[in-house]
């Protein structure tokens, strides 16, 4: 995708098409990859899925508003993500049942919280999504897996990345701005837009 100005997501996007690619990406990595590096510095495949696996949780819940201890956790202040042996039947079930909490329209209303933040429901929504496009493009990138984003979770991806200033404001939760070419495909912008190098490849490959 290469439109510059891609056009404005539904006010309440639907999760569940791009819970479904990050199911697929999940149900193909290889056991052999598991310690293979990511994007993400300092964390391998297994901690990145072990991420992915607190992330569904923690926005699930904030999408029923159950909140407590899977929402009020700040990740930073947790030890370092990592999976069990189950973990694939984890994501399997947990990845829809994100889905199916968002597709409720009162989960977009009134307040939430998740990662120990209060934030507007609308606003937690849109960030869940946007965490399951990166960490799906990390994900592809450290595996070598085929990625294609949902078109409507990138634009919502591409809207929340393009609203957040660089600088020292973006605090932990992005890297500084890498600049990426105008007429770029909207994932490699969109990659750019939080502090990832589009071009990332795993070291010696």
Known sequence: MTDANPA???????????????????????????EDPTPCEGMAVRHLLGHLAGLTVAFRDAGRKDLGPTTGTDPSSAPRPDIGPGWREELARQL?????????????EGDTQAGGVALPAAVAGRV?????????????????????????????SYDLLAATPDGPARGGMFGPVVAVPEDAPLLD?????????????????
Request: charged content about 25%; cysteine-free.
């Open 8 to 34: 404005a997501p539904a006010a309440h996007p639907d999760l569940g098409p791009q819970t479904g690619v990050v199911a697929r990406l999940a149900a193909g990595v290889p056991d052999d990859r598991l």
């Open 128 to 156: 869940a999504l946007n965490e399951l496009v990166l960490h799906g493009w990390d994900l592809a990138r450290a595996t070598g897996l085929p990625y294609e984003p949902d078109d409507e979770a990138l634009r919502v």
């Open 189 to 205: 912008r969109v990659a750019g837009l939080s502090g990832r190098d589009p071009g990332w490849t795993p070291p010696g490959r």
């Open 96 to 108: 829809p049942e994100l889905a199916e909490a968002w597709h409720d329209p009162a989960a977009w």
